[in-house]
């Protein structure tokens, strides 16, 4: 019997390395900051900003430089964010950083008054110890989007 052999095609598409990946994340999180209360394009962030720990670190490349980055609050955030939304239900213990999210209504354009000054439509991530420590009790979704692409772009290891 033949064994087999590592597959020959890596990437997706045009998406071929981290930083290829990381443009995608820019794409998505100017997406989300247009339309700040849409779950469809905060999925689609949280789901390519997480991907990007496999995508940077990798089974292969990097065991111990991963789990470091699953430590981190921010990135554990994202991982319980982006594989609840994959999966609906957890029940792996690690995701223990958000409590519940929640799409609240607002009496603001969020494109017209300033989110931080203004009761406007937002999606919220209320967050539980030890990751609420380190950002804070809830936190909207593109507040928590802002933060993650200040990780990324400032990883030396997405090239």
Known sequence: MASNPMP?????FDFTSPAGLRNK??????????NPVDQDVAFNFFVTAHSMIDWVYG???N???????LANPLLKACSHLANGAKHFQLDNPRH???SRTEATDGAFDPGAFDPGAFHV????V???QPVSGHLGSSIDAVTLA??????????????
């Open 126 to 128: 209320h967050l539980d």
């Open 25 to 34: 994340l820019h794409r998505d999180f100017d997406r989300l900051r247009e």
């Open 121 to 124: 439509p937002r999606l919220i």
């Open 146 to 159: 802002a933060e993650l692409i200040k990780f990324w772009d400032s990883s030396p290891d997405v090239s």
């Open 96 to 98: 223990n950083s958000v």
């Open 63 to 69: 065991p111990s430089a991963k789990a470091a980055a």
């Open 59 to 61: 089974k292969r490349k």
């Open 8 to 12: 020959s095609h890596r990437g997706f």
